[in-house]
């Protein structure tokens, strides 16, 4: 490998080891990401009052309903990216690059309109209880304001890491993670700016981490170089991006649509119960990290493994991220559940919201390690093309099954548990049925099939 070149060949040399190396920093990062909604919570939990912590973490389900189907869209372009480096396509990895960052520029710019008109209606629709509404209105506000530094920097991120370099990713993302507590601490404690002071601490950050891995895409001197004056739309490469990103493009945006309507439910049960969930929340945020860097690992390596023709090393891959994910997930399982009370408390310490957040943890927390292999075997599946069946999945799983659960299920039984527990529920269903699919071999056959045939 050249000298300064930061992308990396995953078409050869131990399997394990790249899955770990590449996935560290990812885990890393993401550990950071959270870092921005955690910080949030845990500033307007301890300083504002529980009232603005269940603003705050009611607005999530929102956020991700409306810039989910663009994320969907960036992880196909990852895919498309991954598959022309480990082809050595120069020109196609130049093309899907361009074409990638026009299209998030102007679904940035149709977020921020839509999310804007949007906000207040969805409020009310979730049954948001009146002592948070305001809060939780100006949050969303500000926030989709300056959406566009987010998904920029997850674009960005998305094409680094599409040819092998987590590290630069990453590092920008502590810096703007660590100058986001530093703002929090600012507009919440001297400003007193309560909830909108979180808000525009995290927008900034974003703002500032888009501009650095900009800045990092123009410079480099390898073929996914970025230069605005050549953004541009190529037809080929946005059809390969879409057949891959638009499935799973809808799949996160009904999904996180749904979980408006499981959040619904929750707010049912007022303020109390809505910050308990969402202390919960944040912990859970954390712990399907692991599980979710492998499986996000396990794309990129099936992806390079597949333009390479190597199908024997991409079984051997997706093998190793199951077993390492498992492990993994089944140790932070056990030390969310033994020290669950010291965590909670960092978000608040009424004993309302401390009963209710412990109960969620204990419950739910035990059926991340079979969800593992919804995230390892979808990641195989869309390395290898195939996003229409993890969407049918998902979509079948986490919203058609749970809406079923919830609007006949709670016809009988009333409880926040019961709320909450269809979250799990859905996660078997998911886990089993995509097992079922990966392990069919029909990816393999249509792979080799469109080999012939070319």
């Known amino acids: 490998m050249p000298k300064g070149k930061k992308s990396v060949d995953m078409t050869q040399g131990p399997i394990l080891k790249h899955l770990i190396v590449f996935a560290m920093p990812l885990l890393i990062g993401q550990i950071f990401q959270q870092l921005y909604n955690t910080v949030d919570s845990v500033v307007v939990g301890q300083f504002v009052g529980k009232q603005a912590l269940a603003a705050v973490g009611s607005t999530g389900s929102v956020i991700n309903a409306l810039i989910g189907f663009f994320s969907g869209l960036s992880m196909g372009a990852g895919v498309v990216i991954s598959q022309c480096f480990g082809a050595r396509d120069k020109r196609g990895v130049h093309n899907a690059v361009h074409t990638a960052m026009a299209l998030t520029i102007g679904a940035a710019l149709f977020c921020t309109v839509l999310g804007l008109v949007a906000t207040d209606p969805l409020l009310r629709m979730m049954s948001t209880p009146e002592d948070v509404f305001a809060e939780a209105s100006a949050y ?15 674009i960005g991120a998305g094409i680094l890491r599409a040819v092998g370099d987590s590290k630069r990713p990453l590092y920008f993302l502590i810096f703007s993670a660590c100058l986001n507590v530093v703002l929090d601490l600012v507009f919440v404690i001297f400003f007193r700016m309560g909830v909108a002071g979180v808000a525009w601490a995290t927008v900034v950050s974003q703002c500032a981490s888009a501009v650095l891995i900009l800045i990092v895409l123009a410079k480099t001197k390898e073929d996914h170089q970025l230069q605005l004056s050549r ?12 057949r891959i990103g638009l499935p799973a493009g809808i799949q996160t945006s009904v999904v996180s649509f749904s979980n408006v309507f499981v959040q619904a439910y929750i707010n049912e049960f007022q303020s109390d119960c809505m910050a308990g969930w969402t202390s919960y929340s944040r912990l859970d945020a954390f712990a399907w990290l692991l599980m979710m860097c492998v499986g996000m690992a396990n794309t990129t390596f099936v992806g390079q493994n597949l333009g390479a023709g190597r199908i024997d090393r991409v079984k051997k891959g997706v093998n190793a991220g199951l077993i390492l994910s498992a492990v993994g997930t089944a140790v932070i399982v056990a030390v969310l559940m033994l020290f669950s009370d010291t965590a909670l408390k960092l978000f608040n310490s009424d004993p309302n919201v401390l009963e209710y957040g412990r109960m969620f943890v204990l419950w739910l927390s035990p059926f991340y390690i079979p969800y593992c292999a919804m995230l390892i075997y979808s990641g195989a599946l869309r390395g290898a093309g195939d996003s229409l069946s993890p969407m049918i999945i998902t979509i079948g799983s986490f919203v058609v099954f749970r809406q079923l659960y919830l609007i006949i299920g709670t016809q009988f ?11 799990p529920a859905g996660w078997v269903v998911a886990s089993i049925a995509t097992t079922l699919v990966y392990r069919s071999g029909r990816w393999e056959k249509n792979l080799k099939a469109k080999q012939a045939a070319a």
């Open 231 to 242: 953004l541009h739309i190529h037809g080929g490469e946005l059809k390969r991006i879409l």
């Open 413 to 423: 039984i009333t409880s926040p548990l019961f709320v909450g527990m269809s979250y």
């Open 140 to 154: 969303l506000r500000i926030y989709f304001g300056g959406i566009v530094g987010l998904m920029v920097y997850n």
